[in-house]
Nanobody, 118 residues
């Protein structure tokens, strides 16, 4: 059984910063990709950022240059540093991990709310 536990969401003014954390626990040998997705009301879930075990990153177009994803492989934890937040960044942020099982399996966190006021 694998669990992803997120923390760090909240309410912030436009231009502010937040840092999200997500720790994976359970029967984990290794994690292939970890990352963050978000879903705004009435919209589809979209990729925010992801990072491979080797450190290669991928960002959604709207967050490039403002958000930074990182991970600590020893702690099975992924982070999202969000700077220059905008009201359109508001949504529920979900942690994602592709766990190296047989076969590899996707897991999701419960989601954490990020609200950016104008």
């Amino acid at each position: 059984q694998v669990q992803l536990v997120e923390s760090g969401g909240g309410l912030v003014q436009a231009g502010g910063s937040l840092r999200l954390s997500c720790a994976a626990s359970g029967s984990i040998f290794s994690i292939n990709v970890m990352g963050w997705y978000r879903q705004a009301p009435g919209k589809q879930r979209e990729l925010v950022a992801s990072i491979t075990s080797g450190g290669s990153t991928n960002y959604g177009v709207s967050v490039k240059g403002r958000f930074t994803v990182s991970r600590d492989n020893a702690k099975n934890t992924v982070y999202l540093q969000m700077n220059g937040l905008k009201p359109e960044d508001t949504g529920v942020y979900y942690c994602h991990a592709n766990i190296n099982l047989l076969p590899p399996k996707d897991y999701w966190g419960q989601g954490t709310q990020v609200t950016v006021s104008s």
